[in-house]
């Protein structure tokens, strides 16, 4: 069973699963020309809210060596994709006008699609000049995403697609990444299994 948390905007009922701190490890393998780059890291993902219509998500990895050697960051945005209305808040600190839409159970379920979930939008951003955006589904306790878009600024290396799969299984948080990058087709990159934090 979820305990939601309290003061849960209705929005992020269907992401509210999520919601936490989770540790654990994971494992690249990725496969340039015809060599494999291959290693386990550690793992902190944290989802959270503040009040507002989406979550704040933030990745972290690290080596598992003796120093425990930083290895990869990244932030961003989740929340269920539907148009905008007039009491949304922006763009920018503008104020919406009027009630804030889908504030009630009944009405986030007219957001359900044909198969029976909620779609979403994930924005993620990476610190070496990297932007992605997602669109896919949430059902139930299994996430979806393919990338829409990915930006990159001019010192980023090459990457331009990418789909990743989130699941609760028996309490444990699931993931798998797969990319194409380095001139690589899209293909397996990294996967990994938490444990919430309490």
């Known amino acids: 069973m979820i305990d939601l948390p309290a003061h849960l905007p209705s929005e992020l009922v269907p992401l509210s699963w ?12 990725y496969k340039v020309g015809d060599e494999i780059v291959e290693r386990e890291f550690g793992h902190r993902l944290s989802f959270s809210h503040d009040g507002l219509p989406y979550l704040n998500y933030t990745s ?9 050697t930083p290895h990869a960051t990244e932030s961003g945005y989740w929340r269920l994709a539907r148009p905008a209305e007039d009491g ?3 763009p920018g600190m503008l104020p919406g006008v009027g009630p804030r839409p889908y504030n009630t159970a009944e009405s986030v379920e007219t957001l359900r699609n044909a198969a029976g979930g909620f779609d ?3 924005s993620i951003v990476h610190p070496r000049g990297v932007s992605e955006l997602y669109l896919g589904q949430v059902k139930g306790p299994r996430i979806d995403l393919a990338t829409d878009a990915v930006m990159r600024t001019a ?4 990457y331009t697609a990418a789909t990743r799969l989130y699941g609760l299984v028996e309490g444990k948080l699931l993931w798998a990444w797969d990319i194409a990058a ?13 444990s919430r934090v309490e």
């Open 88 to 90: 949304d808040q922006g």
């Open 120 to 122: 979403i939008e994930v």
């Open 18 to 29: 999520l919601i936490g701190l989770w540790e654990g490890t994971g494992v690249v393998h």
């Open 155 to 158: 010192t980023a290396k090459e």
């Open 182 to 194: 380095l001139g690589q087709d899209l293909r397996t990159h990294s996967s990994g299994t938490l």
């Open 60 to 68: 972290y990895t690290w080596s598992l060596d003796e120093e425990l």
